[in-house]
């Protein structure tokens, strides 16, 4: 046990002491406290960085195959929040600030504190080099997940236009089927067929759309162009047979009104033809 400050020197060089206790060492409590503070703030926030990386290239490693048009916008939302976390502005900002301080401190510090400061560099060695790693992973992900989407809101148009056929082929069935007893009548429910032509006319258009649309993604090479190409022509088939439906009864009402016409002229004539023929003013097939 020393029992005073010279006998330090019995073990220890004069270079090995710092100068309040007769060394050399430059020392400076505060400066040390000063500098270690500085690390520490650094380090922790390159540690934090590391960790977020390491959260995201785990997010971006999960394949993700989401069944329905809701679940592939959440994914999509997720990944494009994960963009937030490897955004590359923020780690140069943050590797500036470390080689600042950096800069700052080493002419002056504790040789001790040397070790520290190359590990702070190389972590932000590191972290460059993963955040080009995590961004090309980002962009490949986004690019398959573009894609479900495109998918899934193809699946999801298609079947609503599918639903719609079908239930407006029923609607057609149950109340587009009467064709009048009288030319008035006729006219009536070809109007009302008219109407309901005039109606549907929109839909159309939304439904050529996601054929387009569908077209447009299998020329494309989509990953999915298989179920996509069966969706087109299923789709494509009950619109073609709707439409032949719709002009088939069209024709029908327009048959109808014709026919009631021609009646109604017919029986407005009967007492004129036969009030002639009873006259004699009509000759007779064997005169």
């Not at 019995?10 to 409590?29: A, C, K, M, P």
């Not at 406290?33 to 960085?49: A, F, G, P, S």
């Not at 007893?181 to 070809?190: C, G, H």
């Not at 054929?211 to 022509?233: F, P």
């Amino acid at each position: 046990m020393l029992e005073n400050s010279g006998e330090l020197f019995q073990h220890l060089q004069v270079s090995q002491v710092t100068s309040d206790l007769g060394g050399t060492i430059r020392f400076n409590h505060q400066e040390w406290i000063d500098t270690q503070r500085v690390v520490e703030k650094h380090l922790i926030q390159l540690l934090n960085r590391l960790d977020g990386y390491e959260h995201v290239r785990g997010q971006l490693e999960q394949q993700e195959k989401p069944s329905s048009l809701i679940e592939s916008r959440d994914s999509v939302r997720r990944h494009v929040d994960a963009q937030d976390i490897i955004a590359k502005e923020d780690l140069d900002c943050e590797c500036e600030a470390v080689s600042h301080a950096i800069a700052q401190l080493r002419p002056c510090s504790n040789p001790d504190f040397n070790a520290c400061f190359g590990r702070l560099e190389e972590m932000c060695s590191c972290l460059l080099s993963m955040q080009v790693q995590l961004q090309r992973m980002w962009d490949e992900k986004g690019a398959k997940l573009d894609q479900v989407v495109q998918l899934r809101k193809y699946e999801h148009d298609s079947a609503q236009m599918m639903q719609w056929i079908e239930t407006t082929a029923q609607s057609l069935s149950d109340d587009h089927t009467d064709i009048g007893d009288s030319l008035s009548s006729a006219e009536i429910n070809k109007q009302a067929f008219h109407n309901f032509q005039s109606q549907i006319s929109g839909q159309y258009q939304e439904i050529s759309r996601v054929i387009t649309v569908g077209e447009r993604l299998v020329g494309s090479r989509h990953y999915a162009l298989d179920v996509m190409q069966v969706g087109n022509k299923k789709l494509r088939t009950s619109w073609e047979r709707f439409s032949r439906i719709v002009e088939d009864r069209n024709n029908m009402f327009e048959l109808s009104v014709v026919f009631h016409d021609w009646q109604q002229k017919f029986f407005l004539h009967i007492d004129v033809w036969s009030e002639a023929c009873s006259s004699g003013l009509v000759p007779s097939s064997t005169g």
